[in-house]
């Protein structure tokens, strides 16, 4: 048992909710938290901002992962909920249910031309993943299922079994004779693993976050999914950060050409205000809803309330001006950053697709560095958790120049503080 002791100059009431943070739920993380400089307790939130409790302002560019990707509070979202609130509740998830039905409908109308045919609603990601898995097992008649080795697919029983393997280990949970890994990006290790004829699915988080947004060869995808073909495996694709417009496209996939069996949504679904997500299945991955009306259940998947404001969701964000506003403020975003790599070696790449970005150092704890340095700047970016050297940036959808002009301001100051202390040239360290 570590001691933990406030910042100085907290307010008691901030006190309070870090002590009672530390002792009965994240104990680990605030100490790690604290290493970087980083103590904060979530006030006030609007738009692409939020505040501490004591004041101190942060522009968003982690989003909870894409959770807020149309702003804290959306005013149009919150509408919708408050409005559904007048006669809905969570429903009862034996029964039909027409906010249900309603998003099912948007959701495959959205997805790739009608080419899935059902839906599974879930609380989160994680089950999310997790009924992917298992209609693909159902489907296939296999067990084994391959992902990429610096994925993040959950934490849950299956989803916490596939990509990077070490926290399920830590648990006692990994499956390594189910579950395996290949390379990212590694075309020969993909067929390698599919030809042995025992796959029910690859797994891919199409741009894997938690590695740091690494961006697959133009080539890769398709090719991915013509091995598929050949050896009877499903294709899954996760989708749960990219997805929902922040690639400039409604799914990250779709920039490849390449449609799925199985697609995965979650977060941004929920429009940071009520939790949803779900898993969209071709017709041979969804056909036991044909035969096992009780397959997958789940008292909170699908919420009423929560479909309603899922629907609100997909109206706003695969709007063709959102789409394009991702679109640009990325490229908007790359250029202005690459421009600032020019004078600042400790700066080495910039990976963009959309708003969905990644931003390397040349220090292997770069990003953690800058993470700090933003905090104090007051901008809230998270380092990739499998490549500390690489930072995720993530603008929301619906920003505008001024909003990014802003942030890039703060962002060279807090680059040329770390550089300055820390220099370029440091990989190793």
Partial sequence: MTSYVPPAGASLAKEA????????LIPNRLEAFERVGVSFVMGRREGYRFWDIDGHELMDFHLNGGTFNLGHRNPDIVAALVEAL??????????ASAPRAALAERLIACSFGGALSYVVFTPSGSEAVDVAIKSARRATGRRRIVAFDCAYHG?????????DPSNARSFASDLPDEFVTVPFGDLDAVEQALATGEVAAMLAEVIPATAGFPMPPDDYYPAVRRLCDRHGTLLIADEVQTGLGRTGDVWAIEGWHVVPNILVTGKGLSGGVYPISATLLDERAGRWLHDDGWGYVSTFGGSELGCIVAQKVLELSTAPATLANARAMGAYFKERLERLAASYPYLLEVRQRGVVMGIRFDDSSGALRMSGALYREGVWAMFAGFDLSVLQWKPGLLIDQTYADEALARFERALASVQEQHGAGRSGS
């Fill in 17 to 24: 909710v870090l002590l009672g943070a530390h002792r009965h």
């Fill in 86 to 95: 007048g006669t809905y509740d969570i429903g009862n998830h034996h029964f």
């Fill in 155 to 163: 934490r849950s029983g299956l989803s916490g079994a596939a990509g």
